[in-house]
């Protein structure tokens, strides 16, 4: 089966086969981004604003803001989970409190539709 | 290419949902295909279902559009008796007890916990007194919105309320309409106090002479949501009261066939109105949607607008005793952040029986009117013991205070609302002094951006943030002043941010106290925020630790339900069968 992702209610949370998998309002430590001119981005999750899969990552783009010094945006594109086994499909989701780093678009293997 | 809600939304939707969400009901949640969840809960939508957040699947929120907040006689006491029934989740509020009904910024309703098994006696129990869910969430016409007094109030020039019924009854389950590529909101008001809030909705009809005759002038595109708020916009056309159906049917035509269906975050008709300018949208609205000359605007009367003005006299709610035109009085009850005790409900339809028509309705403030009550009623009707809890007569800190839904049930927040609202408006009756002159002060506490407490037209404006505090991270408010309506509407100006959310009642509470030492005599709050830029409003915030206690700083939105003993996520009992019982998880 293919991996099915998507963004619901208004950004709120991302959908991996029909399971609410993350959610806004969590804290990610971003590293070697240049979303803010902090070393780490304490970056707060509103809205996930694109998601994509570039098996077996899922990845998303997030709206929110630093919460250290204020700056907000919407992040590269970051790593939130993956789906090792498609015919499974089950998502394992990254712990968003470790270093994260985002990555400036690489090609999508499959964006959302 | 259209997004996957608008590929949902072309296989099925609108009236056809509902067949099939009953066939659902019957036969349990385990009937919904697992792989077709996403799509199901975005069409349950339309008919007033939304899913609860993360940790309470399988529990709905359910939304019932009162239009212009009017709840005939005898459908109070039916709203009170199926919250009573349905409206009951595992665990009590700690604040509202096991069930209740909240009021909300949009004149409807909002139960929570209600299990699909539940619904067709609901609708069953709803519709037998004229009621309903019908699009009151999704994308197509939400509930019409209005002056809540509307065909009472003294201040009236047209009365909005046969308009707004009459527009309930032509978009309501209309094919035509019921696939937007949005929400779609209307206002309509015929007073001359504002109370339509027509500046924040897609499409107002707000009241304005032409040629000496009454109707209305139209406005497009407001909107709070996002960082985007946006005021309606004057496209300069007037209307009488028996062609603004024509034009609402051309105004949402336009919307329909021209809003954005492949990006959902640009399809709100407030991007369209950016991209066009009010001169394109009118335009484009008479050359294509309506076969008359539209006339051009009117003479509106919006130098008279007190509604949630500051201006400190005139109207800036509706709580309070206010004859009506007919010399009998309706009296505007405080409900605290809009959420009401399921008895509590049954005895206000019992009172509302007793001493007026038995007719309520609810406001854009989420509080309650009883109207028609005639005078002599009045005096025993006010020393009823419930109206101590919902007063005609509360502090302006209970009285002034709006919280969305938060944390305890919406999947978008980021803090936790209502029960915090509850517990500031308490400390702040009981620790702050407002200068003698101002009756109003307006605090609106949204759980996130999407503005459903209409933050950015509060005097004080709270929007669910997060920051650290001693290394752990903490709910945290961004502290907005100054914004409200009228002739000249204002957005708050954010000027103090993320702020621990046990520091905000100080914080207000320095702000009141510099406001009062600074203000020139008569100075009212709005125009002291107005006359002062960003920096020094800033510092006279001041955030402070006192005696209020927060219980909610640790992030409930990682809870499944704040309010619970143990409300680690893994604890959650969801999702669970008809009668409550958890059901074996998919993973
Ligand atoms: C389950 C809880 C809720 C969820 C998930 C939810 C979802 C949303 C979303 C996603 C938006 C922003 C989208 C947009 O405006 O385009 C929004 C805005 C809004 N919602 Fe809610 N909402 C919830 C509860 C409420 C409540 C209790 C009210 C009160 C009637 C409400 C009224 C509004 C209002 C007034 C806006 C601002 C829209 C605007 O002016 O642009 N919502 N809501
Ligand atoms: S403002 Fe945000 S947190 Fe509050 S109810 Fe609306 S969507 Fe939910
Ligand atoms: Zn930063």
Redesign the interface.
């Known amino acids: 089966m293919t991996t099915d992702v998507h963004q619901l209610d208004d950004g709120a949370w991302i959908s991996v086969n029909d399971s609410r998998e993350v959610n806004v309002s969590d804290l990610w430590l971003l590293a070697r981004s240049d979303f803010c001119g902090c070393e780490t981005t304490d970056f707060l999750a509103e809205g996930f604003v694109k998601v994509g899969v570039d098996y077996p990552d899922i990845q998303a783009r997030i709206a929110g803001q630093c919460i250290a010094c204020g700056e907000s945006g919407v992040t590269d594109w970051l790593t939130v989970g993956r789906v090792v086994d498609p015919d499974s499909g089950e998502f394992y989701g990254v712990v968003h409190e470790s270093v994260h780093f985002p990555e400036k678009r690489t090609r999508l293997a499959r964006p959302e539709e | 290419?259209p997004?996957?809600?608008e590929?949902w939304k072309d296989e099925v939707y609108g009236n056809e949902i509902r067949e099939h969400l009953m066939e659902f009901a019957e036969q349990g949640w385990d009937a919904i295909p697992?792989?077709?969840?996403?799509a199901w809960f975005?069409r349950f939508k339309w008919w007033g279902l939304y899913h609860q957040?993360?940790g309470q699947?399988s529990y709905f929120m359910m939304r019932i559009g009162t239009p212009n907040g009017v709840i005939k006689p005898g459908q109070l006491e039916v709203i009170g008796e199926i919250a009573k029934e349905y409206a009951t989740g595992p665990v009590d509020n700690p604040e509202f007890g096991e069930a209740y009904c909240d009021w909300t910024t949009r004149q409807s309703i909002q139960l929570h916990w209600i299990k699909l098994e539940d619904i067709p006696e609901i609708f069953e129990k709803l519709e037998a007194v004229g009621l309903g869910t019908q699009q009151a969430c999704g994308d197509s016409w939400r509930n019409i919105v209005g002056c809540p007094v509307a065909g009472k109030d003294k201040h009236e020039h047209v009365d909005a309320w046969p308009v707004a019924e009459d527009l309930h009854e032509t978009f309501k389950g209309n094919d035509d309409y019921s696939n937007l590529p949005r929400k779609w909101k209307v206002a309509i008001a015929g007073c001359d106090e504002g109370c339509g809030q027509g500046d924040i909705n897609d499409l107002a009809f707000e009241p304005a002479e032409k040629d000496g005759e009454l109707g209305f002038n139209v406005r497009i595109g407001g909107g709070l949501?996002r960082?985007e708020p946006r005021l309606a916009r004057d496209i300069d056309v007037w209307v009488p009261p028996e062609q603004a159906a024509d034009v609402a049917h051309g105004m949402s035509s336009l919307f329909r066939d021209y809003g954005d269906r492949e990006d959902?975050?640009n399809a709100r008709i407030k991007f369209l109105m950016d991209e066009w300018g009010p001169e394109k949208m009118r335009s484009v609205l008479q050359e294509e949607y309506v076969d008359f000359e539209l006339p051009t605007a009117g003479e509106d009367m919006r130098d008279q607008y007190s509604y949630n003005t500051g201006s400190q006299d005139g109207h800036n709610d509706h709580v309070g005793i206010h004859e009506q035109k007919d010399g009998n009085y309706y009296v505007g009850l405080n409900v605290l952040v809009g959420r009401m005790g399921a008895d509590d409900v049954l005895e206000l339809a019992e009172l509302a029986d007793e001493y007026g028509s038995g007719e309520v309705r609810l406001t854009q403030r989420q509080n309650i009117i009883v109207t028609d009550v005639p005078e002599e009623n009045l005096d025993e009707f006010t020393s009823e013991p419930l109206l101590e809890n919902y007063s005609p007569d509360p502090s302006p800190f209970m009285r002034g205070s709006i919280a969305c839904t938060g944390?305890e049930y919406c999947?978008?927040?980021?803090v936790e609302t209502k029960n915090r609202q509850v517990r500031y408006a308490r400390w702040l009756k009981d620790n702050v002094e407002l200068p003698e002159d101002h009756k109003d002060f307006h605090i609106h506490l949204s759980g996130?951006?999407?503005s459903c407490a209409q933050p950015q037209i509060a005097d004080v404006s709270l929007r669910g943030?997060?920051?650290?505090k001693d290394g752990e991270?903490v709910e945290?408010l961004d502290i907005g002043l100054g914004g409200g309506l009228g002739d000249d509407p204002r957005f708050a100006d954010w000027v103090e941010?993320?702020v621990p959310a046990d520091e905000v009642p100080g914080a207000i509470k320095n702000l009141v106290n510099n406001f009062e030492d600074a203000r020139e005599d008569g100075e009212t709050f709005r125009d002291f925020v107005e006359d002062r830029d960003e920096e020094t409003l800033a510092e006279m915030v001041e955030p402070e630790e006192t005696d209020y206690h927060d219980p909610y700083m640790h992030?409930t939105?990682?809870t499944w339900y704040p309010y619970a003993e143990d409300d680690d996520m893994q604890s959650s009992p969801a999702p669970t069968d008809g009668s409550g019982e958890p059901l074996p998880s998919?993973?």
């Not at chain 2, 697992?34 to 996403?38: A, L, N, S, W, Y």
């Not at chain 2, 999947?411 to 980021?414: A, C």
């Open positions: 290419m997004s996957k809600v590929k697992e792989d077709e969840h996403d975005e957040r993360s699947e949501s960082k959902r975050f944390t999947s978008l927040s980021i996130c951006t999407a943030m997060k920051t650290r991270p945290a941010m993320r992030n939105k990682m998919d993973d």
